[in-house]
């Protein structure tokens, strides 16, 4: 029996190494693992560059006037309060404070017209507006006898009205507020007595509808020129211009709280804990109507301790920047492993099944060619937005994939097969991200026909010895 020479052994090895198919698909789940740390660092640098965007809205913001939110008016009326308090031999003084009792209106109708306006700093966008805001409220006579106090102990000349105002630097011009016939005088205040809530913290550019929520009480305080319960007026109106950034929210105070917004922005999100009754939304602007009655959210019409809570129940429009390139490449990329492997499939396929052989570092250039996609689509998105951006770097790619595949696949027809694979898997991603609402039934429907299809190519595969009959 003749012996193998160790040389003989040492070339049946080599040539088993490179023709094993097991061998080949353990080197392609390398590849693709490897190629996971570039694509995590283009995601990383989507991410980074979405952060930037919000940084520069935030600075935009900051110099211009923030998120706004608007509650009242709220009626305060002072009175007196008395303590007797016993002293040494049977002697006794009276003290005297003052408290306030808080009312709120019967009735609160705001009508409000938003002039949108998109402010660019560098390749970035941000959206503020400027309001013409016209609020009207209807108190009733306020019953100091079911509040335990005595009518002749109330001040009617410190009576005043507050209304909440997230950032008093949006107010763009002064506020008219009138009470009957007569027109009130108005001055900011960072302490009203109430505490008022302030959406500070929803992003304008993402999906995420998670509000952080932290208590003011800036605004304006309206002193009321009374003398007595015979000056008591139920009608109050308020005319304000008002500048803000991205959102504009109302409280809704009211017994029954009306509110009629309108403007020329095509792109609202109607955010809250209140949804329209009625809204219209066309290119040309859109229109929303809210109605909110008392016993929606639970708020006393009257009580007399101060900083009584009136957040959590806001409700109103966010203005949506129309193109939200970054979110559709972040999920882009989500899909950039399925589509490498896809990719690497797909060779490996040719070459078992066409006799091709396909060596490692042509999987990595064209795995790296696969990575620096989503490189080209964040940069161009940034100037062209998402569509056209993923046209042209689809089409790069695809065009420079084919090319290269030119050096090992002889054949035209392969080349060309192969090539229009990468083109469809590009295109079937791309419906996925627009048809957002059938994402994941589409995806799921793609994947099992491509399965389907693998596995009908390779039916005539004989895997344990590298063959195809």
């Known amino acids: 029996m003749q012996t193998e020479s160790p040389q003989s052994l040492i070339d049946r090895l080599n040539r088993w190494l490179r023709e094993s198919v097991t061998i080949k698909l353990a080197s392609i789940g390398f590849l693709v693992l490897l190629l996971l740390i570039p694509s995590s660092w283009v995601s990383q ?38 303590e007797r308090v016993e002293k040494e031999n049977k002697q006794f003084e009276i003290r005297e404070w ?6 709120l209106p019967e009735s609160l109708q705001i009508d409000g017209k938003i002039d949108p306006e998109k402010l660019r700093r560098g390749i970035f966008d941000a959206v503020v507006y400027k309001a013409a805001l016209n609020l009207k409220a209807q108190f009733a006579a ?25 950032d008093l630097r949006g107010i763009s011009d002064n506020p008219t507020m009138t009470s009957g016939d007569k027109t009130l005088a108005g001055e900011p205040s960072n302490n009203l007595g109430v505490q008022f809530a302030n959406n500070i ?107 009584e809570p009136l957040d959590g129940y806001d409700f109103g429009v966010r203005l949506l920047i129309p193109v939200d390139q970054y979110q559709k490449s972040i999920r882009t990329a989500k899909y950039g492993v399925l589509l490498i492997l896809l990719t690497f499939i ?8 066409k006799g091709v052989r396909i060596h490692p570092f042509q999987y990595i250039l064209i795995g790296a060619a696969l990575v620096i996609y989503y490189s080209l689509l964040l940069s161009f998105s940034e100037h062209l937005g998402y569509n056209w951006a993923y046209l042209v770097s689809s089409v790069a790619t695809v065009v420079l994939v084919g090319l290269y595949a030119t050096t090992f696949l002889s054949s035209r027809a392969v080349n060309g097969l192969f090539t229009g694979v990468l083109a469809f898997f590009y295109g079937f991603i791309f419906v996925i991200i627009q ?14 026909l491509i399965v389907a299809i693998l596995m009908y190519a390779s039916r005539r595969v004989r895997w344990y010895n590298d063959s195809v009959h």
């Open 98 to 103: 003052t408290e306030s009792t808080y009312f």
């Open 435 to 448: 048809l957002q609402d059938y994402s994941l039934l589409l995806g799921s429907i793609g994947l099992f």
């Open 142 to 166: 306020p019953d100091f006898v079911a509040l335990g106090i005595d009518p002749a102990d109330v001040v009617w000349t410190e009576a005043h009205l507050i209304t909440g105002i997230t």
């Open 346 to 353: 797909s060779l490996f396929m040719v070459e078992i099944m």
């Open 201 to 307: 913290a929803r992003p304008a550019n993402t999906y995420d509808d998670n509000v952080q929520v932290r208590r003011q009480s800036t605004g304006i305080i309206s002193k009321l020129a009374w003398q007595s319960a015979a000056d008591f007026q139920t009608d109050v109106s308020m005319s304000l211009p008002l500048k803000g950034s991205s959102q504009l929210y109302f409280s809704p105070l009211g017994k029954s709280t009306s509110v009629k917004i309108s403007s020329t922005w095509a792109n609202p999100s109607f955010d809250g804990d209140f949804l329209p009754i009625d809204r219209k939304v066309t290119e040309a602007g859109f229109t929303a109507d809210w109605k909110v009655l008392h016993y929606n959210r639970p708020f006393s019409q009257q009580w007399l301790t101060d900083n």
């Open 45 to 82: 640098l989507m991410e980074e560059r979405q952060h930037r965007a919000d940084e520069v809205m935030a600075e935009v913001a900051q110099k211009w006037s923030g998120n706004q939110t608007i509650s009242g008016p709220v009626l305060i009326i002072p009175f007196k309060r008395r």
